[in-house]
């Protein structure tokens, strides 16, 4: 992402606030209110998701720390290293986020029902990834090639998009949206050589039962930890 790319990212959504205050009542509210830049319950905006996507991310989770206490060096960590980390936990989500949750999911809330915005919208977003697929893919492999090595990342980045789109309906709040994206960056995809490395077999164990108590308190705690009125959302509702 250069400086354009960051500046069209950025300037994107007010621009399209300007060009559609045009007589929706939902609309009569200050232009960064209505993208979810608001102030309105901000810590209970910023732990709650958070909270939320750490019980179904606890498995990784556990298996990243794992991983990591079993390298026996750790060396120090390179400075092109600390700026990829820094691209993708703090300026991809926000950019991506202003882009398709503040911005189109908004303009798809107003024309058509949530559970379709929430099935549908994301398909953008693992769209707007497919590029991913040629970091690591030589130019001679076909497109059919990349696709097929990419398809659970894609398919991955999908259902992200489905969480975090019912995230930001849910609370209208731009850093509920972020703060997901942003944990999950840092998580990254899921790879199973990292669970197949581990040297004890109790490690696999506590990981497989730590995934299971995760996603089902995840399941249980996601309409309460997401109820509208804790965020204020009077828009999405």
Known sequence: MDAGDL???????????????????????????????????????????????TLFCLGPISLLLFNYFQISSHSQIPSSEFLIVLRNVLLAPLCEEMVFRCCMVN?????FQPFSVVLFMPIYFAAAHLHHALDKTDFVCGWRQILRVHCDRLIITYLFGVYNTFI?????????????????????????????????????????SVTFIGILLWMMSLYPLTNPSLYGNKLFV
Not at 20 to 35: I, R, T
Not at 107 to 111: L, R, T
Request: charged share 15%.
């Open 107 to 111: 303009v798809a809330a107003s024309c």
């Open 7 to 53: 500046r069209v990212h950025c300037l994107h959504p007010l621009y399209r606030q300007y060009l559609l205050n045009c007589g929706d009542p939902k609309l009569n509210m200050d232009p960064f209110e209505y993208l979810g830049l608001r102030l309105q319950s901000l810590s209970a905006a910023f732990m709650l998701p958070l909270l939320l996507t």
């Open 168 to 208: 930001y309906l849910r609370t209208h709040h731009f850093i509920s949206a972020f703060v997901c994206h942003a944990l999950c960056n840092f998580i990254g995809f899921p790879e199973p050589e990292m669970y197949y490395s581990l040297n004890e077999r109790w490690k696999r164990s506590v990981v497989l």
